[in-house]
């Protein structure tokens, strides 16, 4: 069924429904992850995220089940969603308006992403018309789409990490073997770290930040495995389940990265068994940026450092998650590190 929805019905699901939270907290949706489908979001993600590289962290139930809207009023979620849109407004405009006033334009070692945002608003080449809202709702995506996702999977891993400890053992083996002798492994390293890889792969099976990706809506009526789907249906697909289905994975619940050694299943959207990042036009256009934080990241943590759970924690780490759009772990891993060099 999710090979239907993301790839021969693609094109048809790859509208957004209409989320409350992501249009107060969005502009509008001005940016690119809710926005609808058409020539603003294609603009968005060519000419921006493919040129430089979610009250979207908290899970409201009434954008996955609109029938429920009145729990939206009842628990204030409405209420909030305005009042952290005000904080992200008033520190957006203030970053805008200082990279406006910046004095020196002519040194492009110094540009950032702001930058560059701001000298597309004068591109006449765009065929959309970039303003400041647009600007800030690129910019709360890239800081929620881009942070919460990469930090949810480091956490997640290093729990698994400290739950196994022959794989910890084999992957700092890895590392340390090939960063022998640097202070820090770099970019250039990763390259040759195919465990690493694998356990990258595994965190994501295990504990997607998105197990429900974001939901889509179908532009028109069409038919899904025999059954009719009107024209604006809200589909929600499992990314978590699919990625534990025992008719497809072996020991599903086990945390074995060894399977993806030697194996072509990949995050990249063409195994409809295992898409952590979604498939089909809406994939994630982060995940490589996403990727690479993370397994440098995960690479330094392992490489300078042993990790050790606290006295009073020894022996229990509670993998519980937390309802969410994006899933974190329920209670924070605190662990101590123990200095290797
Ligand atoms: C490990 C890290 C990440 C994971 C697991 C992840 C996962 C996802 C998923 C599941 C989706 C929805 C795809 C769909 O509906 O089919 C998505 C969309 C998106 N992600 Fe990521 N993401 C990650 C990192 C990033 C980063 C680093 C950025 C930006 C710098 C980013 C920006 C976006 C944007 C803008 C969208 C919306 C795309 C659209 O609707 O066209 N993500 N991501």
Redesign the pocket.
């Known amino acids: 069924m999710a090979r239907e929805i993301?790839k021969t019905h693609d094109l048809n699901f790859a509208n957004?429904p209409h989320l409350k939270g992501a249009h107060i907290m969005l502009y509008g949706n001005k940016?690119?992850?809710?926005?609808a489908y058409g020539e603003h979001?294609r603009q968005m993600?060519k000419e921006l995220?493919e040129e430089s590289?979610?009250l979207l962290s908290c899970f409201n139930l009434v954008d996955y089940f609109p029938s429920l809207g009145w729990l939206s009023s009842l628990f204030g979620l409405d209420e909030r969603a305005k009042r952290i849109f005000m904080k992200w407004d008033g520190v957006l405009s203030q970053m805008i308006q200082q990279h406006t006033n910046k004095k020196d334009r002519s040194n492009q070692k110094d540009e950032d992403f702001v930058d560059v945002l701001l000298s597309l608003k004068k591109d006449p080449n765009l065929g959309t018309n970039l303003n400041n809202e647009h600007i800030k709702a690129?910019l709360v995506?890239?800081f929620t789409?881009?942070?919460d996702?990469?930090y949810?999977?480091l956490e997640w891993g290093m729990a698994e990490l400290i739950r196994n400890p022959n794989v910890m053992k084999k992957l700092q083996d890895e590392v340390k073997g090939i960063a022998s002798g640097k202070s820090m492994v770099n970019e250039h390293d990763l390259s040759e770290m195919h465990f690493l890889k694998a356990v990258i792969k595994e965190i994501?099976r295990l504990h997607?930040?998105?197990p429900l990706?974001?939901?889509?809506e179908s532009i028109d009526g069409c038919q899904l495995e025999g059954y009719e789907i009107p024209k604006k249906t809200r589909v929600i697909?499992n990314?978590w389940a699919i990625a534990r289905d025992p008719k497809v994975w072996e020991k599903p619940d086990e945390f074995i990265p060894e399977r993806f050694l030697n194996n072509p299943i990949d995050f990249k959207?063409q195994n409809y068994e295992y898409?952590?990042?979604?498939?089909?036009?809406?994939?994630?256009?982060?995940?490589q940026?996403?990727?690479s934080?993370?397994e440098l990241t995960l690479a330094n943590l392992v490489y300078r450092f042993d990790w050790l759970l606290p006295d009073a924690l020894v022996g229990d780490i509670n993998m519980a998650e937390s309802p969410g759009i994006t899933m974190k772990m329920m209670n924070n891993l605190h662990l101590v590190p123990k200095s290797c060099f």
């Open positions: 993301m957004r940016d690119m992850a809710f926005a979001w993600r995220i590289t979610v690129l995506d890239m789409a881009g942070t996702t990469s949810i999977v994501l997607p930040p998105g990706l974001l939901p889509r697909i990314c959207g898409f952590p990042f979604g498939a089909g036009r809406r994939i994630c256009p982060g995940m940026f996403g990727v934080t993370v």
